[in-house]
C-alpha cells in the first residue's frame, strides 16, 4: 500500500529567517535525509515540498504531462495576504500558464528580446555602469550590492522598457519588496505598487510607442490584450531585476573572495565569466523556486503528492548535490557528473533570456573591474549577511575599497594611467586601507 499524502505539519523546515540566510546550504543538507523531496514551510503556516535532488528537478521540470503552473488549487488554500503570495500568485503571464497558452506568452518575449541587438544591450550596459561609478568613483569605497548590483539592472530596464527614471524609487518598491516583504501588508504594498508602475508605463506606451520592448510586446502579432501586455511585462521585470542584481553581487563577492581572478607571473586569471558559472553553480541568485503542482494524486520520487499541493525546486540544493565549490577550491561537478546547474531552471519554463542575461552581467562586472581595478573586500566574508527569505540568495551589502579616481571628467575613460586591472595592488597599500 503507498505511503500516505504528504500534509506539512508543525515538524516541516523553515526556509526564512536569518538561521536560513546565514546557512542555507546546511539546511539543504538537513532537507536530503527526508529523501529527494522535503516538507519545508517558506512562510508562517505556509508549507511546500521541495525538491533537493538533482534528477528529480529535472524528471519534474521536464514533465509538464503530470506537473502544471497553474496555482488555482493552492490559491484557495492559503491566506489571500500571505507574505509569499505575490511571489507566487498565478497572473496570466509565460511563468503560470502551460501548453499554448504559456507558448504564445513566452513568443512575445523572446521575439521580443530577440530585437535587442547584442552590441547595442553591451552599450546601454557600459553607460549605465559609468552613470554608477562615477557617483562613487573618488570615494574610494563603495557598497558593491546596493550602490551597484542592484541599481543597475534597474537601469538599464529603464532603458530597454522605455521607462523614466523618475519612477526608479516605484520601481524598486515594488521588486523589492515582493522578495523580502516581511508582513502580509508589505508584501500587498509591493505588489500594488509594482502593479501601478507597470500601468503607468503601458498607458505612456499607448501614446508613444519607441524602439523598447514595451512597445514590441503591444505591437508582438500574437495580438495581446492590454492586460496580458501588463502581465508580460510584471513577469520580465520581476523575473529578470531580482536574479540578475543578485547574480552580479553575488560574482563580485565570489571574485573579491578569491585571488585566482587576478593575473600573477605564475599562471592567468580567471575572468568575470568564470565567476558568473561559478555562482550559477554553487550560489545561484535565485535558490528556490520554479512553482509547480501535480494536475493528479501523483507518486513522485518516493511521496505520494496531493494534486494541487506546491512543489518547488532548489536549484541551490540540486546543483549542489555533488559538493559546493567555495572561492580558491577546484570547481566541482555534481550528481549529473558534468558540472551541470539549474540556476536557469529547465524544460519549457526555463529562463528565455539566458544569453541577454549573460551578457549583462559579463559587460557590467567587466566595466566595473576595468574602472576599479584594485577592488578588495572591507570585511570578512563570514561578516557578510545576507536577505531572509526562501526564494533568492542574495547579499545585503558588500562593502569594497579601491583606489579613489581622482582625475577625468565624468564619463571620461580613467583606467588608462592606472594600474593593469590584471594586478591587485600591495596589501600595505595607504590608499586603501587609509580609508
Known amino acids: ?80 495576504d500571505s507574505a509569499v503570495m505575490p511571489m507566487l500568485r498565478g497572473r496570466p503571464n509565460a511563468l503560470f500558464t502551460d501548453g499554448e497558452v504559456h507558448d504564445r506568452y513566452r513568443r512575445v518575449i523572446t521575439d521580443s528580446f530577440a530585437r535587442l541587438e547584442p552590441h547595442e544591450l553591451r552599450r546601454h550596459v557600459k553607460e549605465v555602469a559609468d552613470t554608477l561609478i562615477a557617483r562613487f568613483g573618488q570615494d574610494g569605497q563603495v557598497d558593491l550590492v546596493g550602490q551597484y548590483a542592484r541599481l543597475l539592472p534597474l537601469l538599464l530596464f529603464n532603458r530597454v522598457f522605455g521607462l523614466s527614471d523618475a519612477k526608479g524609487d516605484l520601481l524598486i518598491a515594488g521588486i523589492a519588496g515582493m522578495f523580502d516583504s516581511k508582513t502580509p501588508e508589505e508584501a500587498e504594498a509591493a505588489d500594488a505598487a509594482y502593479t501601478r508602475y507597470i500601468g503607468e508605463l503601458t498607458e505612456t506606451k499607448k501614446q508613444r510607442r519607441g524602439p523598447d520592448l514595451t512597445s514590441w510586446f503591444m505591437d508582438h502579432p500574437e495580438g495581446l490584450t492590454e492586460e496580458e501586455v501588463i502581465h508580460q511585462i510584471v513577469v520580465t521585470m520581476a523575473a529578470g531585476y531580482e536574479p540578475m542584481a543578485n547574480l552580479i553581487g553575488n560574482a563580485l563577492n565570489r571574485m573579491l573572495a578569491d585571488d585566482r581572478y587576478y593575473s600573477t607571473l605564475s599562471g592567468g586569471a580567471l575572468t568575470p565569466r568564470d565567476a558568473l558559472h561559478d555562482v550559477l553553480q554553487n550560489d545561484p541568485p535565485m535558490a528556490n523556486y520554479s512553482a509547480h503542482y501535480p494536475k493528479r494524486d501523483v507518486y513522485f520520487h518516493g511521496v505520494w503528492l496531493r494534486a494541487g499541493q506546491l512543489v518547488l525546486v532548489s536549484y541551490a540544493a540540486a546543483s549542489t548535490q555533488g559538493g559546493r565549490t567555495r572561492p580558491g577550491e577546484r570547481a566541482g561537478v555534481t550528481s549529473s557528473g558534468k558540472g551541470a546547474h539549474l540556476a536557469w531552471a529547465a524544460g519549457p519554463h526555463a529562463c528565455p533570456v539566458q544569453q541577454p542575461a549573460m551578457l549583462i552581467a559579463t559587460t557590467a562586472i567587466e566595466r566595473l573591474t576595468a574602472w576599479l581595478s584594485d577592488l578588495e573586500p572591507m570585511v570578512s566574508p563570514n561578516e557578510l549577511t545576507y536577505r531572509h527569505g526562501p526564494f533568492q540568495r542574495a547579499l545585503e551589502r558588500l562593502p569594497a575599497r579601491f583606489t579613489p579616481i581622482t582625475h577625468g571628467r565624468t564619463g571620461e575613460i580613467p583606467w588608462n594611467s592606472r594600474r593593469s586591472p590584471s594586478t591587485r595592488s600591495a596589501a600595505t597599500s595607504t590608499a586603501r586601507h587609509g580609508s
Open 1 to 80: 500500500m503507498p505511503p500516505p499524502l504528504v500534509e506539512p505539519g508543525h515538524d516541516v523546515v523553515p526556509l526564512y529567517g536569518a538561521e536560513f540566510a546565514a546557512d542555507p546550504y546546511a539546511v539543504y543538507e538537513r532537507l536530503r535525509e527526508y529523501g529527494d523531496l522535503a516538507p519545508v514551510e517558506i512562510s508562517p503556516g505556509v508549507g511546500a515540498m521541495l525538491v533537493t535532488d538533482y534528477r528529480a528537478a529535472l524528471d519534474l521540470l521536464h514533465d509538464p504531462v503530470t506537473w502544471s503552473k497553474d496555482a488555482t488549487v493552492w490559491m484557495d488554500s492559503v491566506p489571500e
